[in-house]
């Protein structure tokens, strides 16, 4: 058996990994500290029971439990938790949890559990591995597939109808990303994300369909859209990822033909769509880009210095700063400059050549020219017009 202990505190994890690997020499243990540690573990190594803290920073146990149980139905999970968290271990078990551990961890408790647990893991392993196999190889030539076809690539003489055959009426929905990182871990969270939707809301897959990319296909219950499906699946990715990405999704379609047009058509309306972005993360990068603006504006300052501040992609950057600001990179700049440039030209005796220089102009002729351009004076005028102090033109 293959045991995930998932814990931000050391001490824990490393306890229950001493207990287990005493009392329990043969199991397979691995530690994760966070829940982004133990997403990359389920997703390489055939994990069987997870122990997992309930409350640590940023995904909570009981949201990697969410996550996880779709893609990993064989897994059974074992919460752990302090007696004040109590309710969230009520709610894990709730979720399907098979057990919970209260915080501090009794030694024989655990031995129990991992031995009561191991047998029945082992009589269902026996039971299921076979059909498990099979049932995830079928699921990854379906995949592989669909995905293909939506490329517009050749099946080889593949029938499509093996795979089409439950989806009379279907939507697509297709979820970009945006970062120059791999983007495994990412791929992995909405894959399980969305396919829990999907299933949730009728039935249907997911396949990875390029680098940045992954595509769904869902036949709904009833007659209603994928715009529920949608709005969920946003919600989920703005917590659980932290780099940018944009949901798209097609009108109801009934013709597997029409899927190589419509997604391309899908790729190509992207490139106008405004990406998202997790939770909190829009406004904490577009603040710290600010406060560098503010500190920066005298030097010869781009949208992709500014982007590469913050780590983001420069037009992902271009397009989160105007939605969070209301202007452009460029324009807000600019008043960045003009604001300095007014305030020296009242308070001041520098030339206007010298201001020039302090707001990010060397040219003072193409200083001139945008200040007239957004206030309607030159700058000496504009000193004469506020009773600025006389200075010389240069």
Known sequence: MNILVVDDESHIRKGIERTIRKHYPEHGVWLAENPEQALETLKDAAIDLVLTDVLMPGMTGLELMKISRTRHAHVKWVVISAYS???YAKEAVRLGARDYLLKPIGKDTLIGMIGSLGEEIAQDNERTKE????????????????ARWAAGLDLGGTDLAAFTGRHPYFHLIMVRMESDSDLKLEHFIV???????????????????????????????GEDGPGKLVEQLRSHLKRYLKIPFQILHS????????VPAIVQHMRKSSASQVYEFYAGGGEKAIEVALQYISAHYAEELTL???ASVVYLNPVYFSQLFKQKT??????YLTQQRLDRAMELLRDSELKVGDISERVGYPDVRHFSQIFRKKTGFTPSEYRQSVGGKEAGES
């Open 85 to 87: 968290e109590f309710e």
């Open 131 to 146: 059909a498990f196999l099979l049932k995830r190889n079928l699921r990854f030539l379906r995949e592989a597939v669909f």
């Open 191 to 221: 894959e399980n994300v969305l396919s829990e939707l999907i299933e949730n809301e009728g039935h249907g897959f997911v396949a990875s369909f390029d680098a940045k990319s992954l595509l769904g296909l869902m036949t709904p219950r």
């Open 251 to 258: 009108e109801r379609l009934t013709d597997f033909a029409e």
């Open 304 to 306: 992709e210095k500014a």
């Open 326 to 331: 209301g202007v452009g990179f460029k324009d």
